[in-house]
Structure formats: structure tokens, C-alpha cells
């Protein structure tokens, strides 16, 4: 099952070679990687039917066990032949679309395709968490970059952050999640958490994990209140749209939720969630569509619904809503991925994306037209189609829960908005007369027609024998979703039931909807305030809030003035040791004076004081240099007294020495000062130098309390003469024990002294000889 | 005593970081030394002061008396005191090199590479 | 002054070489090594070049201070290869006894310290003091 993997991945590789090679036919070519994949998956069908699963592991990066581990289960099977399927049809349609594009367009919209593809089929097999998410995100960049394929467009561009960041951003929430179960449950396993899912619900996590999981998938799916990414998205070229954007990857939430929806099923609080977040979406988006102008921002306001009506069904429980959500998965994808692609041609042949702006296009685009119809009698809900039926299992699936009255209503509202944009989007811009197109661009070609044509004849194929695609994939898949084995009755017809009265109460709706289109459009415009609260304010809201921390902190932080780093540095220190100090396990300690009061070593110690304060106050800098070299060589005093004569003689030399070098710098510099702070400044500095001296002085006093660990100073002392040959200690130590160490630091002296030779090139007589 | 060390320790600390926050690149230099000399003895007392007999072998032992002072830190403090010396002096060869190609010690004069004020002021005009 | 200053420099001189090389020696059973002994090796030529001029330290020190580090470098490094080759352990010294006198990798190590001590501080006075009137 790993070749599915690899070869998706082989294809997007060779996608852009290829188009290079084969021009115009690559379309043609590179779908076959999706078709084969499509085979490889429908080979496991018999496997998978009594609500089974197959596993393949193999080992990816032991050290941290994570496996890739892939499952393929009924569900992940219906995901896998849409991805694969449709996949198909969007290589063969971009291939046609691309035609007069640059043949560099098409390479790199095939590979992105198939490396989207690779993503999805990876999102959607993997057992282990981590690899899921893995391929998570790399769908949310895919997703990036086809939004941002016309790079050269500012509101694509937008329209591609923003969907980044709330799809990668929900990514890093869906993380966290994933991480809080690994902890909790001891693995990433998806098949050990749906076995132990008591366990992780009687966790005290199990809230935070649910939120942090629902998160992650409303960014995916675009439920309230990220609705707002996925109309935007519709920049992206609309093969891209019809396959990401309304069949599969925003389906990626849905399928997320549903399959959590096992884990969290003695949950009740996670089932209303998702049933009152999909009644919200479906209301918002439902409103949204019928506000919207451009052609495939109609769609995208209905796919948002749709995908709400999906979350819905995933809250409710039962058989039915299982059978319900898989067959709207499936019914969506298949009339929504077609209405695309008619979108896409209309679009392609006019250059006109407002919907107000077609009209009479059916006698250039005969046969789109048609299957344009179809595709909107299956959204419409109509039979013979698979729309009909998916409907009728959502009206079931609410009544038989037992559910008030207000989802009902909701449902039913926003299924008559979607059988009426289904009819506007289908008739009005083929067969009405307002607003006639006179010429177009494009005519259509039969490879353009091939996506929609099959896509909308199989709405209405499976809506006729629904037998056949029921045994095959609902019922494994819905099986998988129920969590054991579901004898389902995939059928058309279900008699005269109460859900046939709401479909028919539906169809009077929606038809009323067509036909007052514009007058509904008009008013709903009209309350431009109801819609920016439902917009994509919020989004603005924390992205340029965010950017105007970032520049304020900038601001106050990054001046250009080395005197301002220097003193964040020196306050961050203070801080950090003083909160150390009186808040840190250890606790301020200073211990009581000890009376072992040494007079030479006191009187030195304060002479170095002194000398640090004289370095100070004097004006002159040689004075300050003489100062320094006091302090330098009262502490080398210090060194000898304590026992340290090789520290004593090495001060003394660096001490004179610096002195020297220091000198001749002076020397070159201008004799004449002046303050080069003024009186408040200098306050403000002497303010922080001395709570630097506090918190110093307070660390060094309660340092002594800690007790010193010897056992490496015993080693040396016991073994320098033995081991080493040698009597001073602090030498074996330099040149044996810690010689490499050593060879470092003269390393450093090297590296430092040869940077000051060459820095200080060109001072020497000769420069001067030439001036 | 360890008040007394604490204290001086504290002096010289205090004193380098005032003159670190000068504006003054030979002050700033004259503070790093400071900040590295009490730094070492800052090493120097954490190590323990409890013997003043040098960490010697003495001859005719094979090895060393138990009352002679910690010879761990002292290694690591010499090391550092070189070092210390070699970083002073390239801060001080970068300091003239600055003043011979600028013409002036002072960091606020030292705009090359970034000017002062908050970057978004520039941004206005620039972009105008 | 200038003329005491001048004519005892070359005195200094040679007393602190021969000072920093007893340092550098006795450096592993006394107080002393590498450091200090190029510390007071390079004050003695610092003497010079203040004294006299820095071309006069630059003949004394026959080899330029570069090379003189670079060199410094290198000993120390090799001085570590042997190790290599007995217990595969880099610079883990090997030792003679020589009478009673040990001798070993430690003290070319300690040399190369010395030299590099010595080539890295004469590169600054050298730089620092070439130009500047006596």
C-alpha cells in the first residue's frame, strides 16, 4: 500500500519534466498517475467490505517511533477513490485549461496538483497522528501555492496568506491536540486510540484535546468562524478550486471530525458542538450565497454550507447519520466538482467571472450547459439523483435523533438555498436571456467537457442503481464511520415518509428562491453591516493587531542605538537573576558574617573597589586606564593570596600588558573630552549599573550556601603527578586534562589577534611614507 | 568574608556596566575589562576559598595535600584571563579601526550599518 | 630618562626572555606554563619596541609574529597526534623518562601555547606602535 504513496509522489516529480517533454498532451499523460492510484485503492475494495481495514507499517524514524503505518478502511477508501477519481478528471480538464497558458504554467500547476494529491491520499491513510499531520500541513501548503498560482495578482496573493495562516495556523492547534493525546495515551497510533478511547475521555485532557481537534478541523472546513478563508481561496485557477477547494481537501475537517467522532462518542458535549457550529455555517454561508456576485464565489458560499450541513451530521449519532454523511460526501463531490468545472469553462470562454454578467451561454457551450443541469438537479435535491437520496438521509438522520426543531428548520432553509443556487447557477447564466453574452472566447473542447460530463452522469447513474455503489462504498465506508458493521439500503425511493414532505417543502422553496434571485441579491446587499460582522473582519482584526505589536516591540527594542541594546541586555539579566534570587527554588540566602574576616585580603578587595569607582568618576581616560589597571592588579594580589600564583603572574602580565596596548590606542584617539551622556542619562545608567551591583552582590553572598561538589578536584589532585607527570596541578590540567580545550581557546587567540593584525593594516609608516 | 568579596565583586560588576552604557567607545572598552576581571574572580570565589596553599605537588608525595586550594577554577580562570585579553584587545583594534574610517568614537555617530530612531520612521519617506 | 630607559631595555630584554622560557619550562611541576611564560615573553618584547622602536623588537623576534602563532598552532595540534596512534585518544600525551626528568607531548603542547601566547600579543604591539614617536 506504500507504492500508492510513492507513486503519487514519483508523479508530482516527474510532472514538470514532463510537461516540458509533451506539451499540450501532459494534461493527458500525467493523468494516469491518478488513474492507476485509483485502481491500486479500488483493488482493496473486497477488503475493506464487511468493515474491516488493511495495515501496512513500515519503519520511518524509530528513534522518535513514529511508523508509517497506513489504514485503509471503508471511510479512507471513500476518500481515497474521490481524491484519485476526481484527481483524474482535474488532470485531464487543467490540461485543456492550461492550453494557451505558458507550458511552465502547466507544468507547475500538474506537479502541484499531484503533490497536493500525494498529501491528501497520505492525510487520509495514515495511522500514525504525526504522519498525519505531516500530510496535513503539506495540503494546507499545496493548497498555498495553488491560491497564490497567479503570484502576480494582489488579492491572490491575499487571498493565499490568509488561507495559510488559518489552515496552517488550525495545522499547529490540530498539533497540539495530537501531542496532548500522545502524552496521555503513550501512543499516536490511530488505531490503539480508537481502542482506548474510554481511557483519553476520562483524561483530564479530554476537553482540551476535543477543542484543540474541533479547531483544527473548522480552519480545514471552513466552519464558523474561519468561514472566511474559503471564498477568498476561489483565486486559484478553478481546476484547482473544483478539486481542492469543494471535493477533497476541504473535506479533510470532515473527515478529521468523523473520525474523532468514534473516539469522542461517550462525549455528548463534542456531538451538540459540531451540530450547533454546522447550523451557524450553513445559516452564514447560506445568506453569503445568496448575496454573492462572481460565478465561483456562489459556489464557494454553498460549499461552505454544504460542509456545514457535514459537521452537523457527524454531531448526530446513529446508523442513518452515519449512511447520511457518507453519501453527502460523496454526492457533494460529485455534483460540486462538475459545477466547477462548468463554472471554470463558462469562466474560460467569457473572461467574465460575475454571475449578473451571463447569460445565454448555452449556444456556445451546448453540451456544458447540459451537464451543468445535471449537476444542479443533483445539488437541487431532485431525483432521480444522488443528491435526492443523500438529503433524504439527512432529513433522517435529524428526525430520528430526535433533535429540536431549530436544526430542522435551519436544514431545511438552507437545502432550499442550495436547490436555488443550484438552479441560478445552472440556468441563469446558460439559458437566461438578461445580460446575453454575444461572442466567446473560448468554445468548449471535448477534453474540457470530459470532467463534467462524467461527474454529472454519475450523479444520476448512482441516483438510478444505487445498489451497486451502496455495497461498494457507502456501506464500508459508513460501517467504518459507525464503528461496526452497518446492512445499509441504499435507495431512492423510501416511500411516502415525513422526509419526502421536507424535500418537496424544499424544491417549493428553492424554486421561489429562482425565481426572485435578483431581488433577494438586491436587498440582502443592501445590509452591508449584517456582513462585515460575518466577513473576514475577525481575521484583519488579529493579523494587523498582530503586526502592530510586532512594530511596536520593533520600535522600542530595534532603535539603532547600541546604548539602548546594551541596557535591554543588562535589565533582562537583572530581571532574570533577581527573579531567580527570590523566586527560584534555592531562595535568597546570605549567610551571617562569618568572622574569618582576612585584613590584607579585605583592605585589597577594597582597594579594587575603589580603583572600579575611581575608573568611573575620572574624567581623563588615562586616568580611567591607570584605574583599571589598580583593579586589575589588586585582583591578581587577591589570586596570589588564595593560593592561585599562576593566576597572580598571568593578570599581572595581561594587566601591564593591556595597559600598554590601551596606551597606544589613547594615543591615536582625540585628547579632548567631553560627556558624551547627558545628566539624565547618566542618572538613568547609574540607576541600572546599581541594581546590577545589587543583584550581583546578592547572587555572589547567597552562592556560598550551595555546597561545592570536590570529586573532580580530588581526581586531579590524586592523579596529576601519577597520570600526568607533572606537580603544578592547574598546568596538568591546562595541558593534559583539559587540553583540547586548550588548543581552543589558543585557537581563539589566534583567530582574535590575526582579525586585530589585519583590521589595523595600513597604519604603519609606510601609509604614511606615501601621505 | 564572602560579604567582602560580594561587595567588591559587585563594585567592579556595576561600575563596567555603567561604563558599558556609555556612548564612548574607549569607556566601553575600559568596562568590558572590568566586567571580565570581576567576572574571574567571581569564578575564582565560586570555587571556594577554604585553603591558600597552591594546588602543588609537594616533592617526595605523589599526591596532593588535601589543605591546598581548588586548582579546577584556577585552570579555568587563566584560560580566561587570556582570552579575555585577546577579545579587549580586537574590540580595542576595531574600535581604532571605527574611529580612523568614521571619525569619531562615539557609537551614536556610528550610523553605517543602522541608523538610530525606530526603523518605521524611515519607511515613510522612503517609500514616498 | 629616554637614554636610561633605552640603554637598560636591551638588559630587560634579554632577562625577560630568559625569565619566560624558566617559566615555560618548570611551568609543569611549578607555578608557571605556557601562558605566563609568552605573557612575560611578549612584555619583554613590548619593552623593546616601546625602547627602541618596533623594528628593532621585530628583529629580535627573527620570525614574523604570524608565523610565529601559526607555528604555535600547529605544535600544539601535532602534539596531540601521537595520542592517535596508542589508545586512539587525541592528546593523550605521551611521556619519557629521561634520568629523572620527565619529558612528553605535554611540553610541546605547552610550547605551542607559548608561541602562540607570544605571535598573537607582539601582532597588536607591533600594529599598536608602529608610528608612533618615541
Not at chain 2, 555603567?18 to 572590568?34: D, F, K, P
Request: charged share 10%; with cysteine; aromatic share 8%.
Amino acid at each position: 500500500m506504500a507504492w500508492i504513496i510513492i507513486i503519487a509522489l514519483a508523479g508530482a516529480a516527474i510532472a514538470r519534466p514532463a510537461a516540458e517533454l509533451l506539451g499540450k498532451a501532459s494534461g493527458w499523460v500525467m493523468s494516469l498517475v491518478p488513474l492507476v492510484l485509483f485502481v491500486l485503492i479500488l483493488r482493496h475494495a473486497g477488503d475493506v467490505a464487511d468493515g474491516g481495514a488493511v495495515i501496512a507499517t513500515m519503519s520511518w524514524v524509530p528513534s522518535l517511533g513514529v511508523d508509517l503505518t497506513l489504514r485503509l478502511d471503508g471511510f479512507s477508501m471513500l476518500f481515497g477513490l474521490l481524491i484519485t477519481g476526481i484527481g483524474t478528471l482535474v488532470t485531464i480538464y487543467a490540461g485543456a485549461y492550461f492550453a494557451e497558458k505558458p507550458v511552465a504554467d502547466m507544468g507547475r500547476f500538474l506537479a502541484l496538483i499531484l503533490l497536493f494529491m500525494t498529501a491528501m491520499l497520505g492525510t487520509v491513510l495514515s495511522d500514525d497522528l504525526i504522519v498525519m499531520f505531516v500530510f496535513w500541513e503539506l495540503t494546507s501548503l499545496t493548497s498555498f501555492m495553488l491560491i497564490g498560482f497567479d503570484g502576480h495578482k494582489p488579492e491572490a496573493r491575499k487571498a493565499a496568506i490568509q488561507s495559510l495562516l488559518v489552515t496552517g495556523g488550525g495545522g499547529l492547534v490540530l498539533f497540539a491536540g495530537i501531542l496532548l493525546i500522545g502524552m496521555t495515551l503513550g501512543t499516536f497510533s490511530f488505531t490503539e486510540v480508537l481502542a482506548r478511547s474510554d481511557e483519553l475521555v476520562a483524561s483530564p485532557w479530554a476537553g482540551v484535546i476535543a477543542v484543540l481537534i474541533m479547531i483544527g478541523a473548522f480552519t480545514k472546513s471552513a466552519q464558523v468562524p474561519f468561514h472566511f478563508w474559503l471564498p477568498n481561496a476561489m483565486a486559484a485557477p478553478t481546476p484547482a478550486s473544483a478539486y481542492l477547494h469543494s471535493a477533497t481537501m476541504v473535506k479533510l475537517g470532515i473527515f478529521l471530525l468523523a473520525r474523532f467522532d468514534g473516539v469522542f462518542a461517550t462525549m455528548p458535549a463534542f456531538g451538540t458542538t459540531l451540530v450547533i457550529v454546522g447550523s451557524l455555517t450553513m445559516t452564514v454561508a447560506a445568506l453569503k450565497a445568496l448575496r454573492a456576485e462572481g460565478y465561483k464565489a456562489v459556489l464557494a458560499h454553498s460549499t461552505v454550507a454544504s460542509l456545514g450541513i457535514l459537521v452537523m451530521l457527524i454531531g448526530l449519532d446513529g446508523e442513518v447519520a452515519a449512511v447520511a454523511t457518507v453519501g453527502f460526501i460523496l454526492a457533494h463531490a460529485l455534483y460540486k466538482a462538475a459545477l466547477f468545472f462548468c463554472a471554470g469553462t463558462a469562466i474560460h470562454a467569457t473572461g467574465e467571472t460575475s454571475l449578473r454578467k451571463l447569460g445565454g451561454l448555452a449556444r456556445f457551450l451546448p453540451v456544458t450547459a447540459v451537464a451543468a443541469v445535471l449537476a444542479s438537479l443533483s445539488m437541487a435535491g431532485l431525483p432521480p439523483f444522488v443528491g435526492f437520496i443523500s438529503k433524504e438521509y439527512l432529513f433522517e438522520a435529524q428526525l430520528t435523533n430526535g433533535w429540536n426543531v431549530v436544526p430542522i428548520v435551519v436544514a431545511v432553509l438552507v437545502n432550499a438555498v442550495m436547490c436555488g443556487v443550484a438552479g441560478v447557477v445552472s440556468i441563469k447564466p446558460f439559458y437566461f436571456k438578461s445580460h446575453r453574452v454575444d461572442a466567446v472566447k473560448h468554445g468548449e473542447t471535448p477534453v474540457l467537457l470530459i470532467g463534467p460530463l462524467l461527474l454529472a452522469t454519475g450523479g444520476i447513474v448512482i441516483g438510478l442503481f444505487p445498489g451497486g455503489i451502496g455495497d461498494l462504498l457507502i456501506g464500508p465506508a459508513a460501517s467504518a464511520l459507525y464503528g461496526s458493521p452497518i446492512d445499509v439500503s441504499f435507495q431512492l425511493w423510501h416511500g411516502l415518509t415525513p422526509m419526502l414532505v421536507l424535500s418537496v417543502l424544499v424544491v417549493s422553496i428553492g424554486v421561489a428562491i429562482v425565481i426572485w434571485w435578483d431581488a433577494i441579491h438586491d436587498r440582502l446587499r443592501r445590509h452591508d453591516r449584517l456582513f462585515r460582522l460575518i466577513g473576514d473582519g475577525g481575521y484583519h482584526w488579529v493579523v494587523d493587531g498582530t503586526l502592530n505589536v510586532a512594530r511596536l516591540s520593533t520600535r522600542i527594542l530595534q532603535n539603532g542605538d547600541q546604548r539602548r541594546y546594551t541596557a535591554v541586555v543588562v535589565a533582562v539579566v537583572v530581571a532574570g537573576l533577581a527573579i531567580a534570587l527570590f523566586a527560584g527554588p534555592a531562595g535568597l540566602y546570605i549567610a551571617a558574617p562569618d568572622g574569618s574576616l582576612r585584613v590584607s585580603v579585605t583592605l585589597v578587595l577594597l582597594l579594587s573597589a575603589a580603583g572600579a569607582v575611581a575608573t568611573v568618576l575620572g574624567r581623563s581616560l588615562i586616568a580611567a586606564l591607570v584605574s583599571v589597571g589598580i583593579v586589575g592588579f589588586a585582583v591578581a594580589v587577591i589570586f596570589m593570596l588564595n593560593g592561585a600564583p599562576d593566576l597572580a603572574l598571568t593578570q599581572i602580565a595581561v594587566e601591564t600588558l593591556l595597559v600598554i596596548l590601551l596606551t597606544a590606542v589613547l594615543l591615536r584617539l582625540p585628547a579632548r573630552q567631553r560627556h558624551s551622556r547627558t545628566v539624565g542619562e547618566r542618572r538613568r545608567d547609574a540607576a541600572l549599573a546599581g541594581a546590577f551591583g545589587l543583584v550581583i552582590f546578592l547572587a555572589v553572598a547567597s552562592m556560598s550556601a550551595i555546597p561545592l561538589d570536590m570529586s573532580l578536584t580530588e581526581y586531579f589532585g590524586q592523579t596529576s603527578y601519577l597520570e600526568g607527570f607533572g606537580r603544578n596541578v592547574v598546568n596538568v590540567i591546562l595541558v593534559d586534562y583539559r587540553a583540547i580545550d586548550t588548543l581552543g581557546e589558543i585557537a581563539v587567540v589566534a583567530f582574535a589577534t590575526i582579525a586585530a593584525w589585519a583590521l589595523l593594516r595600513g597604519s604603519g609608516p609606510s601609509k604614511r611614507a606615501k601621505e | 568574608m564572602n560579604l567582602v568579596y560580594a561587595f567588591a565583586i559587585a563594585a567592579q560588576m556595576g561600575c563596567g556596566v555603567y561604563l558599558l552604557l556609555s556612548r564612548h567607545g574607549m569607556r566601553i572598552l575600559i568596562g568590558i575589562v572590568l566586567l571580565s576581571t570581576a567576572t574571574n574572580l567571581l569564578i575564582f570565589v565560586a570555587g571556594g576559598l577554604r585553603f591558600t596553599a597552591p594546588p602543588v605537588i609537594e616533592p617526595g608525595l605523589q599526591v596532593l595535600a588535601a589543605e591546598t586550594a581548588n586548582a579546577l577554577p584556577q585552570a579555568l580562570i587563566l584560560t580566561a584571563i587570556v582570552i579575555g585579553f585577546a577579545l579587549v584587545s580586537f574590540a580595542a583594534a576595531l574600535m581604532l579601526k571605527t574611529y580612523r574610517s568614521v571619525g569619531s568614537v562615539l557609537t551614536s555617530d556610528h550610523v553605517d550599518a543602522e541608523a538610530l530612531g525606530s526603523p518605521f520612521d524611515r519607511e515613510a519617506p522612503r517609500n514616498a | 630618562m629616554q637614554i636610561i630607559f633605552a640603554t637598560m631595555s636591551r638588559l630587560f630584554f634579554v632577562l625577560m626572555i630568559g625569565v619566560s622560557l624558566f617559566m615555560l619550562f618548570r611551568g609543569h611541576n611549578e607555578p608557571g606554563g605556557g601562558f605566563i611564560g609568552g605573557l612575560i615573553a611578549a612584555l619583554g618584547f613590548a619593552l623593546l619596541a616601546m625602547a627602541r622602536g618596533v623594528e628593532t623588537a621585530r628583529r629580535a623576534l627573527v620570525v614574523h609574529p604570524v608565523a610565529l602563532m601559526g607555528s604555535g598552532l600547529l605544535l600544539a595540534f601535532v602534539s596531540g597526534l601521537p595520542g592517535l596512534l596508542s589508545d586512539r585518544s587525541f592528546l593523550t600525551h605521551w611521556w619519557t623518562e629521561i634520568g629523572s626528568t620527565h619529558l612528553g607531548t605535554a611540553t610541546t603542547f605547552d610550547i605551542g601555547v607559548y608561541c602562540v601566547v607570544v605571535g598573537g600579543v607582539l601582532c597588536l604591539v607591533f600594529r599598536l606602535y608602529e608610528g608612533i614617536e618615541q
